[in-house]
């Protein structure tokens, strides 16, 4: 540790010296000591942009609560660090009154300010329908990473209108995006998803095998009818997985009568 008492950590808070402050600030991050929140709070209006992105690290691994009506200024932010670290603050606390001062950053021109403000409206969870729909339309995105924010924020939420539309994203061409796909229909626990998870079965990518067999166990007894017709009618490469789905899913059946 840099500093010996949290006195002295607390003074360096405030020290004239950069790289004095920036190490103060980093520490206080690692000590799991919610009271240092209202200090860091205090020079959150630091000139340095580093020293407020520093700082916005620093509130979020300590816990955002309380502090988000002052971290909502940093969201208009010159630097595009401190706007995307001010969005995953701002989620972290998970109020959806916050939802509309974060809406207008999903179209920064940053990419990685897009991505935390998508994955702050999922972390609210209820961030309001023309939101969420805002959202349904980045799953047709240019970047891969765009649309793999958006299938989890969607999962998060569990918004079913979104339903169809993860559906087809289990066809993306980005591995990622296919897996996240899955495992947001599986939060929508629609049997509409079923038979395209059971498909999912034999995707390429590890990954989302992996996510859609999850999101398959999730839905429990519920599964059993769709998985027994795929045993007769799909193909050897899934047939392995839907074996061990029954086995493990008839299993609990059973456990539960």
Known sequence: MEFTSREELLVALKDSDPARKEKAICEAGTLEDPSLVAHLVDILDDPSSRIRWRVLQSIGKLGASGVADKVLGLLKDTSSQVRAEAARVVGLEGRKEHAPSLSPLLDDPDLQ????????????????????????????????????????????????????????????????????????????????????????????????????????????????PPLENARATKGASIKPLVETLLQDLSAEDGEEE
């Open 113 to 224: 300010v897009r991505c935390r403000t998508i994955e702050a409206m999922g972390d609210i969870r209820q961030p309001g329908p023309e939101v969420l729909e805002r959202i349904v339309t980045l799953l047709q995105d240019s970047d891969s990473r765009i649309r793999m924010h958006a299938a989890m924020a969607l999962g998060k939420c569990r918004h079913l209108p979104a339903l169809s539309h993860l559906t087809r994203a289990l066809q993306d061409s980005s591995h990622n995006v296919r897996g996240l796909s899955a495992w947001a229909l599986g939060k929508l626990g629609s049997e509409q998803a079923i038979s395209p998870l059971i498909d999912a079965l034999g995707d390429d990518g590890e990954s989302v095998r992996i996510y859609a067999f999850q999101a398959l166990s999730a839905f429990g007894k519920r599964a059993l």
